[in-house]
């Protein structure tokens, strides 16, 4: 639609102006959700040393290849090794070590025999064994190295550090890592008719809702909540806030409402003339959109109000943006096409994003509804209870059909 700024060029401009918060070290206990930094480096092998990927014992191969049920190999057990050991047994002929899962192998040892493969088993076993199978060369030995060596890359520079990539840190020996600095993000949620939750409404209020969203998704995008407010909609009130939010050392200001073309639009009217600029964006929910610096440097988002409007403005130019400041590589969600279970309209000319449920019951055929029964209105808040996913609709097509594949861009 002539006049609309497209979601790329908005979003394009959006991360023009980011720039990356500065690095910090941390233990590795702290990193969690934070984004590396500096590529991480392998400090031991792993494995570290050889060890037994059986319970069983440590053999010289030779000696028991031709161990069989009919032929068994008695072997004599000289020493015990078990987890934590710093023996390294010199085994001679006849002679074998018993080992558990683990346990460093003797550097005379070039095969395991599980406990299973021998006469004794587990309990009596250390005195003699009769091996009743042969192993192969080299069974059962894990070799040190084998999955990464001291001096590789662990983890590339831009990951998110999630518990699997720090254990696997941890596995290399590594205490710290250098990280990207949380963002520093203000919450601000506009509106006289907004009251805190579970409080008495008289007629006009309604629960303010927005902050919570808001403020939950700074955190799953690895940023600070430094402050979170709601204001009315007068002008005193939104510079106060913005004052506050600069006191809190905000590097970002979400706000939500405030942004359209009523009369008492706070964000609009106060930020007019600055370098925040309000622009209208080709997309459904999440048309009007303020996005600049404030004075003191912080960057501004003014998303629009009704809830459904400012989780989409989120998606779309925040998140991406605050990932871009932690040097993220990956900022965008994974989008997935799905065949629609039902049909739905969209909105003419605009890109739709619409609140989505996924099914997932036919693991080889995911489908994808509204998660709103009453469709894709921005004000239907109840229905972010059922949303997984937001369907994105390109502007050209008109409705979705059952069946139709639809572009699904996941966000839980
Ligand atoms: P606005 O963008 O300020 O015109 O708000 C649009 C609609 O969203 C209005 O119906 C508001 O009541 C609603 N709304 C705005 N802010 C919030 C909020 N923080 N929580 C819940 N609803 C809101
Ligand atoms: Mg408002």
Redesign the pocket.
């Given at each position: 639609m002539s006049g609309l700024r497209s979601v790329e060029e908005q979003l394009a401009h959006v991360l023009a102006a980011v720039r990356p918060t500065p690095p910090v070290r941390v233990p590795l206990r702290d990193a969690a959700g934070s984004t590396l930094h500096d590529a991480l480096t392998a400090q031991v092998d792993i494995p570290v040393f050889d060890n037994s990927a059986m319970d069983g014992f440590a053999v010289r191969h030779a000696e028991v290849a031709d161990a069989a049920p009919e032929r068994p190999v008695h072997l004599t057990v000289v020493a015990d090794l078990p987890a934590g050991t710093e023996l390294d047994p010199d085994l001679e002929a006849g002679q074998a070590a018993r080992i558990m899962t683990g346990s460093p192998v003797p550097a005379s040892a070039d095969a395991i025999v599980p406990f299973e493969d021998t006469a004794a088993g587990l309990a009596d076993s250390l005195g003699e064994i009769a091996v009743l199978r042969a192993p192969q060369p080299a069974a059962h030995i894990r070799r040190r190295g084998a999955d990464l060596r001291a001096g590789e890359e662990v983890i590339a520079a831009g990951t998110l550090l999630t518990p699997l990539q720090l254990s696997a840190a941890a596995a290399a020996g590594i205490a710290e890592a250098v990280v990207a600095r949380r963002p520093r993000v203000a919450v601000v949620?506009?509106?006289s008719?907004?009251v805190p939750p579970g409080q008495p409404l008289r007629r006009g209020q309604?629960?303010?809702?927005?902050?919570e969203l808001l403020a939950g998704l700074v955190r799953d995008a690895g940023a600070a909540v430094v402050l979170r407010e709601?204001v009315d909609d007068t002008d005193a009130a939104f510079l106060a806030v913005l004052a506050a939010a600069a006191e809190a050392g905000a590097e970002v200001v979400v706000t939500?409402?405030?942004?359209?073309e009523?009369a008492f639009?706070v964000v609009k009217n106060v930020l007019s003339g600055s370098d925040v600029a309000f622009t209208k964006v080709s997309m459904q929910p999440g048309k009007p959109q303020g996005f600049g610096r404030l004075a003191d440097g912080a960057l501004l988002f003014g998303l629009?109000?009704?809830?459904v409007?400012?989780a989409v403005s989120f998606e779309v130019f925040v998140r991406p943006a605050l990932l871009r400041m932690q040097g993220r590589t990956r900022i965008h969600r994974p989008v997935l096409r799905l065949p629609a279970a039902i049909g739905w309209r969209t909105p003419p000319g605009r890109r739709q994003y619409l609140p989505a449920a996924i099914d997932q019951s036919d693991p080889a055929r995911w489908t994808v509804r509204p998660a709103t029964a009453g469709g894709s209105g921005s004000?239907l808040?109840g229905g972010l209870a059922r949303a997984e996913a937001y369907a994105v609709v390109p502007a050209e097509v008109g409705e979705v059909a059952a069946g139709d594949p639809v572009d699904v861009m996941l966000v839980s």
């Open positions: 949620a506009t509106g008719e907004l309604i629960p303010e809702s927005n902050s709601t939500s409402g405030g942004v359209s009523g639009e629009p109000g009704n809830p409007s400012s004000h808040a």
